[in-house]
């Protein structure tokens, strides 16, 4: 896994983490990702660095404004990516998450758009009862 990808899930992690708890723990990061508690102490110093997130004295760890904006980004992506690989190419759940994560850390800004705008018009024929 490069160590760009690898941030990347950390971000989303945290995200996710985050908006349902209100805070999160390296612990916490740990178990949802299925990595040591080490391995996370080593990437929240680099997302520090980076600006990314930040740790209170009670090693309650959130992500900064840009490391939200950042995680939004991802997020965003991985949504896209799903909904193209369930509703327009028909593949399965599992399998449809498992392609967007590894896609969502490669593609292009402007492939990324122009695939919104292919899903806003699939969706608008569709209610508009349309088949293209």
């Not at 950390?10 to 508690?37: C, F, T």
């Not at 309650?60 to 965003?76: C, M, N, P, V, Y």
């Amino acid at each position: 896994m490069k160590s760009n990808e690898s941030c990347e899930n950390y971000l989303k992690a945290i995200y996710e983490l985050q908006n349902r708890h209100g805070y999160v723990r390296s612990v916490d990061i740990a178990r949802m990702l299925g990595y040591s508690k080490a391995s996370v102490c080593v990437a929240m110093k680099k997302l520090t660095q980076k600006k990314l997130v930040e740790m209170n004295s009670k090693k309650e760890i959130r992500l900064t404004a840009s490391g939200e904006k950042a995680a939004a980004d991802l997020k965003k992506k991985y949504t896209l990516l799903k909904r193209l690989l369930t509703s327009v190419l028909d593949v399965d759940e599992q399998t449809a998450a498992q392609d967007a994560c590894r896609i969502e850390h490669v593609i292009s800004s402007e492939s990324l758009n122009r695939l919104e705008m292919e899903l806003i018009r699939d969706t608008q024929l569709k209610k508009a009862g349309i088949d293209k």
